[in-house]
């Protein structure tokens, strides 16, 4: 197993992590289950920690694909940048997580805190997911064609369209 290979698994763990976590957290704060609560705080530290290496495994994918043909350098460059932003993103959520847990260490209310970063998860979860669906165009080809069916991404529609005259 390469970088490239441990990118394509790892990437699932931030996005699909920070879902369960929302709707667990949704759960938690709506029927007042602390250890719940706590819980998930720290999956969202564990997703926050495993967020850095699916973004430096990251740069060695695009050096597996920038090569192929049929790959667009600007899909690759879109999910780059929308990489950077839900990294930092989730390094705000890992951080309103921590401080959370450090919180009600110190026997403190948490609840005002752990009910900002449950909404700021939603932001994160929005953010991973884009980029999820982003790093999918790369090789996708049939997400391209369904993006350009519905009005999405239509730069790699008529990049697609190009290299099919050619």
Do not use: C
Request: cysteine-free.
């Amino acid at each position: 197993m390469d970088l490239t290979h441990l990118h394509l698994l790892l990437n699932h763990f931030p996005i699909i992590g920070t879902l369960i976590g929302t709707g667990l957290m949704a759960y938690a704060l709506f029927k007042k289950e602390a250890n719940l609560q706590r819980a998930v705080l720290v999956l969202w530290v564990l997703m926050t920690l495993i967020t850095p290496v699916v973004m430096s495994t990251g740069e060695e994918a695009e050096e597996t694909v920038e090569n192929i043909a049929g790959v667009s350098e600007n899909a690759m460059e879109e999910h780059e940048e929308a990489a950077e932003i839900a990294l930092w993103l989730m390094i705000g959520l890992g951080v309103l997580s921590l401080a959370a847990i450090v919180l009600h260490k110190m026997n403190s209310n948490i609840h005002k805190l752990t009910l900002v970063a449950f909404v700021f998860s939603l932001l994160v979860f929005a953010s991973m997911a884009r980029t999820g669906y982003l790093g999918g165009l790369i090789r996708h080809t049939e997400l391209n064609a369904a993006g350009a069916a519905g009005g999405g991404n239509e730069a790699a529609a008529e990049e697609g369209e190009e290299e099919e005259e050619h």
